[in-house]
T-cell receptor, first 113, second 112 residues
């Protein structure tokens, strides 16, 4: 009865390194959403994926950020050449379909040194 | 662009009180609205989901209402308990697009 699983829970990277955040949706869920929560700000949508497809990436920064949801395995949010401003909590949510309740993971807290 | 506002930003009440949290949104063309709670260092727990055609939803001591035309939703918590202390987030999904727009939340403290 696992919920949405995100790992790692905490990730520390130095400026210029790459960060990979993983998200395994709830069983039976094929829709995944990534959100970012900056300090003292609300959650902001980044990207919406279904298996092997990016449906909506309107919230993704134009550079350095990418996401995938392969046929097998978890969804991955990848941040290349991280900068201090990337420090945030990154949350993944999953659902059974559009318009259905989104269930959230506990997030990955990314800290950039 | 949808803007979601939650008032107050913080609220402190004694145990046992009934309370209301407010959420307002600027564009009434919404598909649904969802209330979440977030505990420190944790993810979001879904509390209630209201479809645009619904007026309210209830779960235990929680009741959420939706007035789409005025762009408002309220979350009513009855007989508050210290375990209710958390940040409560309101999120709106527009008719078009796939994302939720979140408010910045109301931080609730229930004092024993």
């Amino acid at each position: 009865n696992a919920g949405v699983m995100q790992n790692p829970r905490h990730l520390v990277r130095r400026r210029g390194q790459e960060a990979r955040l993983r998200c395994s949706p709830m069983k039976g869920h094929s829709h995944v959403y990534w959100y970012r929560q900056l300090p003292e700000e609300g959650l902001k949508f980044m990207v919406y994926l279904q298996k092997e497809n990016i449906i909506d990436e309107s919230g993704m920064p134009k550079e350095r950020f990418s996401a995938e949801f392969p046929k097998e395995g978890p969804s991955i949010l990848r941040i290349q050449q991280v900068v201090r401003g990337d420090s945030a909590a990154y949350f993944c949510a999953s659902s059974t379909g559009q318009g259905q309740p989104q269930h959230f993971g506990d997030g990955t807290r990314l800290s950039i040194l | 662009k949808q803007e979601v506002t939650q008032i107050p930003a913080a609220l402190s009440v004694p145990e046992g009180e009934n309370l209301v949290l407010n959420c307002s949104f600027t564009d009434s063309a919404i598909y649904n609205l969802q209330w979440f709670r977030q505990d420190p260092g944790k993810g979001l727990t879904s509390l209630l989901l209201i479809q645009s055609s619904q007026r309210e939803q209830t779960s235990g001591r929680l009741n959420a209402s939706l007035d789409k035309s005025s762009g408002r939703s309220t979350l009513y918590i009855a007989a508050s308990q210290p375990g209710d202390s958390a940040t409560y987030l309101c999120a709106v999904r527009p008719n078009t697009g796939n994302q939720f727009y979140f408010g910045t939340g109301t931080s609730l403290t229930v004092i024993p």
